[in-house]
Every structure is written in C-alpha cells, then in structure tokens.
C-alpha cells in the first residue's frame, strides 16, 4: 500500500484503476471500490485511486468557506482500508484543469497501465469536462482499457455524495452523515492550550488545532467517542463560539470534555468521532446557567452511550 503524490512516480501494468476526488470515502464510493476489490480480481492486478488535491471545485473558485471532509492522508489511510493498492493524490491545479482529455487520458495510460476504469455515471475529465464516458469508451477502444460505470448508490432515497454529506454536517446532523459515510463523521487534531475556561468551572476540555480547511459540523454540543492512543472515551464537545464569553474567537472552536478522564494529552493527537447532536450552542445569563446545562448535556450524553 503506498501513497503517491504523482501519477508520473509510478510505472504499472495492467492496472485497475478509477479517478475521483473521493472526500470522505462513502458509501457511494465504497460501491466503485468493490467493482475493483472484486472476487474477479483475486489481488492480480494492482488496484488504483487517483485522487485529487487541492479539489478541482476549490481550484476553479467554486469553494470557498471549509469545505474538506477528511484530509489527503486520512483520505489515502481510508482507501488503503478499502482494499486499494495505490493512492495517488495528484495537485490539481489551473495547467491540468486546461489540460485536453486525449493528454490526460494517454499520460496516466503509459504510467498506470491501466486496463480497466471505473467511474460513476456523471464521470468526466480533461478541459470543460471534454472526456466523458462516450469519450472514455471510446479512447479505451484505441488505447486497450474497458470502462466499468457504476450507478449511483442511494440510501433513504439519497444519492450518497460529498456535497450532500456536507450538506449534513453544516445542518449538525452528524448521526445522518455517519449513516453516509459508513462510520461516524470524525476530527482529527493536536490537544493544543486553551484559556482554561472549561478547566475553572469544574468541566476541563481538550482543545483541538485543526486544519482551517476542514468542514466542521454546525457549532453547537455533541455527543462523541475520542480516540486517545489506542483507547476509546466518551465525551461531550462544544464547537462554536462560546457566547456566554466575551473573547469571541475568530473562527469556531472545537472543545472536548472527556468523560471519567483525567490524563495529560496536551500535544497529544487525538480523533473525535461525532455520535449525535445535543442541542444548539446558546448565550447563558451566567456561569452558573452554564454549569448546569453542561450537568444536563453530559447526562444526555451518557444516556446515549448507555442505549
């Protein structure tokens, strides 16, 4: 299993292979990988993702705000649990969004070897999306790979995507992502120092430096399982703004009482795994209002464990 930051690093043969952004690693995108993974395969021929980083969306000005479900590492760690053998996490940038169809196609050719791709039906690559699947069939046809196109896959009526799972996560409906991406949604970060303001009112928490471009679920409490080393702890974590305070932050912060726990991870990496929504994040009257609702969110919470 190796993570490649080019497709130009490799050199293979008879490869299976599909491209995507795959943020998040969902259900829809387990579903391509399994046409991969196959029985059919057997692990005789090398399993291929070509990825993208920057996303192309992110490139072309059509993102702005944070937008990213996992980050490229966590991205790859995720498809090598799917079975893949190479995750190939390309920049992306405005030369290959201008780049033909017929270029892209014939310089992962010689590299990847690739003699089947598979993609989901809106599938396209190369300039204004040039290269669709008509386009790919019949490049396959000249070049000597079979094209395999998987239709979407859907879950309550859903189409399983990104933007719908991020769609979840703005309206905090961390439970209805989890279902999507087939595991709860989750924030990995270094336990960085805070003001203590947690710490003073009885209720301390570990405070999480994570990458500014990431999609955060909408400010507010939850219930969440932290990973810390190889153990597993219940918590309730506040992200947001803290209004019962007057030093609003700039950006939202994501702040974790962990329950029945008193160690040290100041420095520490830790991962939160989002379980379920307690309530919106409010302005209190007093500390006191806000140490008594704290009492409330976190017996919630462990009646949610206990379930």
């Not at 479900?69 to 799917?82: H, K, M, S, Y």
């Not at 991870?265 to 379920?276: L, P, T, V």
């Amino acid at each position: 299993m190796r993570h490649h930051r080019s497709f130009e690093e490799l050199q293979l043969d008879k490869s299976w292979l599909t491209i995507g952004s795959f943020d998040g690693v969902h259900h829809g995108h387990q579903e391509i990988l399994k046409h991969l993974t196959s029985d059919e395969n057997r692990g005789q021929r090398p399993v291929v993702v070509l990825s993208f980083f920057p996303h192309p969306a992110v490139v072309l000005g059509r993102r702005q705000e944070p937008f990213y479900i996992n980050t490229p590492d966590e991205r790859a760690a995720l498809l090598f649990g799917c079975g893949v053998d190479y995750v190939i996490t390309q920049t992306f940038d405005l030369d290959l969004a201008k780049m033909p169809a017929k270029t892209f196609v014939e310089s992962i050719q010689r590299h990847l070897g690739f003699e089947k791709l598979v993609v989901g039906p809106d599938f396209a690559l190369g300039h204004k999306r040039e290269g669709d699947i008509q386009y790919l069939r019949t490049s396959g046809n000249k070049l000597g790979y079979f094209v395999d196109m998987v239709s979407p896959y859907q879950m309550e009526g859903v189409v399983v995507s990104s933007s719908n799972i991020r769609k979840f996560l703005k309206d905090g409906s961390v439970d209805r992502a989890a279902l999507f991406l087939g595991r709860p949604f989750f924030l990995k970060g270094t336990v960085v120092p805070g003001d203590a303001r947690g710490r003073s009112i009885g209720f301390p928490t570990a405070n999480l430096d994570i990458w500014d471009e990431r999609a955060v679920p909408k400010p507010g409490v939850y219930a969440c399982m932290v990973k810390v080393g190889g153990t597993n702890i219940k918590a309730v974590t506040n992200i947001g703004y803290r209004p019962t305070f007057n030093n609003k932050p700039e950006n939202p912060l994501v702040e974790t009482h962990l329950l029945d726990f008193n160690g040290d991870i100041y420095g520490d990496e830790i991962q939160i795994d989002f379980i379920q929504r307690l309530r919106d994040e409010i302005r209190f009257p007093g500390i006191d209002c806000l140490v008594s609702q704290i009492k409330n969110d976190i017996s919630e919470a462990r009646q949610i464990f206990d379930d």
